[in-house]
């Protein structure tokens, strides 16, 4: 049972990037799916979390209206797009499974997590 984040990098204010988050051994339609994000110095920040029960999508206050997430079942991954980036949107981000939906999009209650993804955002 793996989960890996991808699609980091760097990108000037205002770009875009596109992060994925790949299972291999178990199929992510069957779990609550959060992205999570910490920056240098701060603590771990819910970005998006999508429900298992009813596949509503939370984001948070800083991202809504910039970043979408959204499962590919096809391809056995979920996608967070970035756009509109902000050099306060620069951390390592996170994605991570649940097999009952979290009460909050906080990290708490997932039970499996990939490695991390650096996302910085500078000019």
């Known amino acids: 049972v793996q989960l890996q984040a991808s699609g980091g990098g760097l990108v000037q204010p205002g770009g875009s990037l596109r992060l994925s988050c790949a299972a291999s051994g178990f199929t992510l339609d069957y779990y609550a799916i959060g992205w999570f994000r910490q920056a240098p110095g701060k603590g771990r920040e819910g970005v998006s979390c999508?429900?298992?029960?009813?596949?509503?999508?939370y984001y948070a206050g800083s991202v809504k209206g910039r970043f979408t997430t959204s499962r590919d079942n096809a391809k056995n991954t979920v996608v967070l797009q970035m756009n509109s980036l902000k050099p306060e949107d620069t951390a390592v981000y996170y994605c991570?499974?649940?097999?009952?939906?979290?009460?909050?999009?906080?990290?708490?209650?997932?039970?499996?997590w990939g490695q991390g993804t650096q996302v910085t955002v500078s000019s």
């Open positions: 999508i429900s298992l029960n009813d596949g509503s999508t």
């Open positions: 991570a499974a649940a097999t009952a939906d979290p009460l909050y999009c906080s990290g708490y209650g997932y039970d499996y």
